[in-house]
């Protein structure tokens, strides 16, 4: 079935600082989600990305799917104490026939602390 | 909306006893997913539904794990007998049939002793 490799599985940062985190898949997608967990909650959708090439934002979140449709990367900017958690990809493969939504694949998950 | 909602949020259990873990889903959906998540093997998918009809079982670990959706609101995962290595929290996510975008309920963390 499909792989989605996601890196780091860690990262510490100090608050202020860049992030960067991608994924990668042995198959196409159609379709890469992002999303973000707080301990105790289930995932929340932070970014949906439909079109290889798209790039996309949210407030500080920038993500991009890769031309390949292999792969994607969540960038947050000026990282703030609140960004702590684990982010997720996910990918839903791509359906022959095309009509249908099947069913979406994560990533091991990156697990993000911010230093105040 | 009221999201996705799942009942009970924690579940104490001794081993051998059954556990029956509830969803409904938002308003409208179409899909239905069941997620266990484990620091070991991270977000797996057990189950999912289409218009109440189970779609694609091939995660459910092995017989003592069963789901059903009775109708569009209404989804259940039962674990009978339950064993301490099936310990997790269990998600159960809904999406509509125009978008990929899945919504997660808070998730149900069991333990088994």
């Known amino acids: 079935g499909q792989q989605l490799n996601q890196s780091p599985q860690s990262m510490f940062i100090q608050e202020g600082e860049d992030v960067s985190m991608n994924c990668t898949s042995s198959s196409i997608f159609n379709t890469w989600l992002w999303y973000k967990q707080d301990p105790g909650e289930g995932p929340v959708l932070l970014i949906a990305?439909?079109?290889?090439?798209e790039l996309t934002s949210n407030g500080r979140l920038t993500a991009q799917f890769g031309i390949t449709r292999k792969d994607s990367f969540l960038n947050i900017s000026a990282s703030i104490p609140s960004d702590v958690g684990i982010y997720f990809c996910?990918?839903?493969?791509?359906?022959?026939?095309?009509?249908?939504?099947?069913?979406?694949?994560f990533g091991q998950g990156t697990i993000l602390t911010v230093h105040p | 909306d009221a999201g996705v909602i799942q009942s009970p949020r924690h579940e104490v259990t001794e081993m051998g006893q059954e556990v029956t873990l509830r969803c409904k889903p938002i308003s409208g959906h179409d899909y239905l997913f069941w997620y266990r998540q484990t620091m070991m093997r991270g977000l797996e998918l057990l189950i999912y539904?289409?218009?109440?009809?189970?779609?694609?079982d091939s995660g459910m670990p092995e017989d003592r794990f069963s789901a059903k959706m009775p109708n569009a609101s209404f989804s259940t995962l039962k674990i009978q007998p339950s064993e301490p290595r099936d310990s997790a929290v269990y998600f159960c996510?809904?999406?509509?049939?125009?978008?990929?975008?899945?919504?997660f309920g808070q998730g149900t963390r069991l333990t088994v002793v």
């Open positions: 996910a990918g839903q493969p791509l359906v022959p026939g095309g009509t249908s939504y099947g069913k979406l694949t």
């Open positions: 996510a809904s999406r509509g049939d125009d978008s990929a975008q899945a919504f």
């Open positions: 539904f289409n218009n109440n009809v189970p779609i694609d």
């Open positions: 990305l439909y079109k290889a090439g």
